[in-house]
């Protein structure tokens, strides 16, 4: 998979982007939440981007966290966001939500 990011993100800043995709692929919580977000029209989408950020900064998230989520304030980023995590949602064998680690 992050073969596939790396071709759409090709800076050495975007690492932490990629781990934060790949977390969100992986957690169903972050996962359902950033696929609501991002299947909003841009205006609400970035609203609600922006909330989130702002929760997550007053959480004390981790800064690269938190960097990687203003990311998605990109149209062209939140696109192609929303169809990773949604071929992730896919993915997953029906009546599982949440792909299970270890």
Known sequence: MFKCLKNFFSSSRDEHFLKFV???RQDEHIRAQLISILS?????RKSSL????????????PESFVHAATRLLEDDVA????QLLS???E???QGNTQVKNG
């Open 22 to 24: 790949s977390v969100a």
């Open 40 to 44: 909003q029209d841009a205006f609400n």
């Open 50 to 61: 922006n909330t989130w950020i702002r929760s997550m900064q007053f959480q004390q998230a």
């Open 79 to 82: 696109d192609k966001a929303l």
């Open 87 to 89: 071929e992730a949602q």
């Open 91 to 93: 993915q997953l064998p």
